[in-house]
């Protein structure tokens, strides 16, 4: 059974860049989408981007501008890039597995913008 | 952007009820709609997928209906760990999920 780990820094200063990083385990990053979903506290859920395995990307219209999703295959890893954080983007952050629908998820990450 | 809306927002029903939640997509979606429960301070799981299909390993009392903009998922027998938040979520362009209805139990 794959599983997905976030790890990164849980707190951020506003107007820096938040950086996560999804591990994959149990079976291969390959053949498949993988994304991120975040969801600010006692909120509901927001689709911010997926990555296929070859590198070719889709983003939230509404975080394009500010978003970097990144794939390392050797690693079994993937990446989460979000630029200009302000204390809108303070949410549990998701990876999973899948595009379409995400059919595994990882438990989720506190990223908390704060000076 | 695609909208979606969901009802109730919340219920509260007896173990044993049947619980139906729609949910409202602002355009022609097709049947590309998914429903994902989520248990407080957990991780999202995808039941039911393409609308209606069942993901593999979710019980069969729970289901979903509908296409184009309208869609409904039911719990046939609400049972106590049914206590969750359910999101219907569109994939026909881009991905939007729902605002979600809390269950509990009576």
């Known amino acids: 059974q794959v599983q997905l780990q976030e790890s990164g820094p849980g707190l951020v200063k506003p107007s820096e860049t938040l950086s996560l990083t999804c591990t994959v385990s149990?079976?291969?990053?390959?053949?498949?989408?993988w994304s991120w979903i975040r969801q600010p506290p006692g909120k509901g859920l927001e689709w911010i981007g997926y990555?296929?395995?070859?590198?070719?990307?889709n983003y939230n219209p509404s975080l394009k501008s500010r978003v970097t999703i990144s794939v390392d295959t050797s690693k079994n890893q993937f990446s989460l890039k979000l630029s200009s954080v302000t204390a809108a983007d303070t949410a549990v952050y998701y990876c999973?597995?899948?595009?379409?629908?995400?059919?595994?998820w990882g438990q989720g990450t506190l990223v908390t913008v704060s000076s | 952007d695609i909208q979606m809306t969901q009802s109730p927002s919340s219920l509260s029903a007896s173990v044993g009820d049947r619980v139906t939640i729609t949910c409202q997509a602002s355009?022609?979606?097709?049947?590309?709609l998914n429903w994902y429960q989520q248990k407080p301070g957990k991780a999202p799981k995808l039941l039911i997928y393409?609308?209606?299909n069942l993901e593999t390993g979710v019980p069969s009392r729970f289901s979903g209906s509908g296409s184009g903009t309208d869609f409904t998922f039911t719990i046939s027998s609400l049972q106590p760990e049914d206590i969750a938040t359910y999101y219907c979520?569109?994939?026909?362009?881009?991905?939007?999920f729902g605002p979600g209805t809390k269950v509990d139990i009576k």
């Open positions: 999973a597995r899948g595009g379409k629908r995400q059919t595994q």
């Open positions: 149990g079976g291969s990053i390959s053949s498949y989408y």
């Open positions: 990555i296929y395995y070859s590198g070719s990307t």
């Open positions: 355009q022609d979606i097709s049947n590309y």
């Open positions: 393409d609308a209606s």
């Open positions: 979520q569109q994939y026909d362009k881009e991905f939007t």
